[in-house]
């Protein structure tokens, strides 16, 4: 079970400063396939999620290389087993690796049976690779109310699913407590780049400098605000050329503010968890009178 | 039943200058669970929303103050109900907090009777906070031609919903006089950030800079040709931390023009109703020839 | 019937210089119904088309005023009928009113009998203000390959539907010549604007600034290119504020060319018509074989 | 068969510099007939395909013969029979022509027999004009597994519908070598321009000036991390007055910066596969549990 031996420095106090945290989703073929079995007979629609482990996956790391900033990099187990050299190249990079299902259905569309299975599978497949995934990001961050109970109870330390705070917080479960690392969908390369008719994945082309500039605009908000800034990018949206480009521009502008710090997910997890000045929250569900809203 | 016991100064004759009405809606899980009940269990879906209570108003509430900005909050009965909190704390900064339905179903699809159960209910939750509103928009903004008369009918004296004009005017219903404080789907920050998948929300991620820039020049365009500047925001969108950046870029703007104003919307509607420059209209229903439009 | 008596200077030989057509579709409620009769219900949609003969007429022709512009105003009957000062104020500024059907039902829904009585009672509807108009606007642009025949049997001299140029031409009917008066989507304000999601119009909303810079350019290279810049707006649409500043832009940069002028569509039909250079097509309609395209 | 006698200098070693390959589709009226044989009946859908002939191909071939750049348009058999002048006019041009099916249907959808007979018929069609094309592209891209293969079997050295890399690389087929070179929804007019509701082409009209400004810079990402342009075109899209001249602004911006050499599409594929230091890939199919991915 992934444990926090050292004080990390990610967001302790006297260590000012505003705190990036790059995750990136190497989904492969997942999100297609989960779209339907069909479009794995699609040769276009394969070779679209195909430049993830062969160009984009080398050209991020690089990337990340080039100005010594650490990721996260949350990785369906499908993925992991067809293309296990890019898993292990994200290794030997010195990056995180982390849980982010099996198949890359929703949490929210399955069974709990099913969901177990996901996890079980999703975990067996890294650890063949030696992984002990010390947090999870549900696939699309479709997270049903039992996410996180069976994030802790697969021993796992923090969940990224979750948009009820723009800071990371410590969340307290049956199982015990969990460091929830919130995303968002305004930061996200997604709902930027995505442009697939069938599957529809979207109709999204921007420019990356547009985008660039926008993420630094957000990061400068961060900063005045307060906060964690968590920036989802996927391998075979955000590895192509003009967006690697634009990903360089941002971290080059995040660096230049001077007290912006890059993390991966498991240090930011640490601190949360380790600072008693973090917020625990506890999920109340709602109570839904079905007189009101009668649609199923 | 709510009054206007002082002249106010919105826009009375010798008191020139833009009026600009912030209006913030405060939804919270409402909009997602009329989308369908389902979605409750769908916890990124409801953290998306709790976003709200939690972090986005206490945000826009120190912009406001910062500025010395008054606004108007439309709250569903159902989200004051879960987040009591919430609705104190706008009402400790001294906002005007308005009727906005109970539970977010439009009005254009429910039945007399049901419309009329969200006018009380959504009342009743508001008075338990000793509110008696003085005026109400519907959810979506889709007001019925019923709409109007159970506003007047209620004891209400003003209408957010409509969009016949872009400067507040009387309407005449047949329970008395409603100022009508017209508000339009270019002035409204939901088709500038709303991003959801399921439920639909919207596909909308724009640069909050860009949004600042365009409510600006609209602001501009509204000092040339007169009219009521009434922009809308919600909480769980503009609350996030580049978006009250953006928010605040606007606020500077217009404050630079040096003639622009900012009112509650229950100051303008007294100074539409009392001042008799004020348009007076009614409503006159299309007559639907069916043999011409016979699709229903 | 139309005729034209005077050689008119649009785009005859020696007289250089790019010509633009600002028409103005007036369709009121109609888009609307058209999309179904229920919406007559719904306040806020209703109010939404409302806008137009209300607001936005006057400020159009107030700002074509100022500039000296003539515009083409397309009215459906329906819309006449409803607001007939509306149509006499387009009048009394001077401005053509050309034919756009009478409910906004487009020609391709409709069967050749309820197509000519389309054609019929939107002539009827003209006849009430002693218009006879030269020239029609299929709804939506939608016209069948019966269109352009109709348009030359019932008297009118031009068309303005077509899009297989961007030069005014000569289309030859069975009935006679015809002008045809090409738009286009690109130069069209409902793509930049139109925003109601039921029923639904669209999901746009530009900046208005951003959309005269495009057709700016846009007019700049159909000086380059030669051409007839049809330019399309919705009362509606671009009598906002902000978008009549945007129109105000536009024309402004337009002027400044130096060699760019404003003509109605009946002058440049006439001019098309009467000059021996402008080409003269006859439409082929494609033969398409059914094993090949088997899908109705 | 088409074959590579000399070497070409698209991408061999001692001759650095990024390769841009324009590709331009001439698909006429196939894409809106295979969305519906009904759209034949709606003159201005045919009419907003018409305009690809008769006024977009002369003005591409005059702006690419004003900077001498060559490009390869991809014609489908339909089209080609439908406008046999458009064909012999890109001939004379000195252009390559190149497969791309017959009706424009995407092979995903087809059975083997259709497919082939699509592969077929295509041929003869381009076969009347004396053209033997090296190369093919899918309808949409659509490629099944068995298109690379067919590309092959019919004796041609080039397929461009692939994305799994954005470098020209050798695609081993059962019946022997292939380039691919790689396209991108990112390149694409289509994602820019098209805009018909019915059928939905797409929602799309950005700034011409923007596009390519954005092209620009996904250009100096090329350049950057080496690969091949391959940008894509249409006819009726991009040959309008206002994107024409964005596209002369990207080649202008293009050979400004000086290492920059268009090639046409059989150029780069004779270098890719007389060159040993290029990728070889096979395919390898995903292999996919029903299990886990249950629905078709």
Same mark, same amino acid.
């Given at each position: 079970m992934p444990h926090c031996d050292q004080v990390t420095n990610a967001s302790t106090p006297g260590n000012a400063g505003t705190v990036v945290v790059l995750t990136i989703a190497l989904d492969g073929e997942t999100p297609v396939l989960a779209a339907?079995?069909?479009? #794995?007979?699609h040769a276009m629609v394969m070779s679209h999620q195909a430049f993830e482990p062969h160009v984009a996956v080398p050209r991020l790391l690089d990337l990340l290389a080039a100005y010594s900033v650490p990721a996260t990099f949350f990785i369906p187990g499908f993925a992991a087993e067809r293309s296990p050299a890019m898993v292990e190249a994200v290794l030997a990079a010195g990056h995180e690796v982390a849980h982010h299902s099996y198949s890359h259905r929703p949490p929210t569309s399955l069974s709990e049976a099913d969901d177990r299975r996901e996890f079980e599978r999703g975990l067996e497949a890294l650890d063949r690779f030696g992984i002990t995934p010390a947090g999870y990001r549900a696939p699309m961050w479709s #997270?049903?109310?039992r996410t996180p109970e069976l994030v802790r109870e697969y021993g796992m330390i923090y969940d990224s699913s979750l948009m009820d705070d723009d800071k990371a917080y410590v969340l307290q479960t049956s199982h015990g407590d969990l460091a929830e690392i919130p995303p968002h969908w305004s930061l996200d390369d997604w709902e930027q780049y995505a442009y697939l008719?069938?599957?529809?994945?979207?109709y999204h082309i921007n420019n990356p400098l547009a985008v660039s500039a926008m993420w630094t605009s957000e990061l400068a908000a961060t900063r005045r605000y307060g906060g964690t800034f968590v920036l989802t990018g996927h391998g075979f949206l955000s590895g192509r050329a003009g967006r690697i480009e634009g990903l360089r521009q941002f971290i080059e502008s995040a660096l230049e503010f001077g007290d912006v710090k890059f993390r991966n997910a498991y240090d930011v997890a640490c601190a949360a968890l380790s600072d008693v000045a973090t917020e625990r929250k506890k999920h109340e569900r709602v109570d839904v009178d079905s007189a009101i809203y009668p649609d199923w």
């Open positions: 339907g079995r069909r479009y #794995a007979e #997270a049903s109310w008719p069938a599957p529809h994945l979207g």
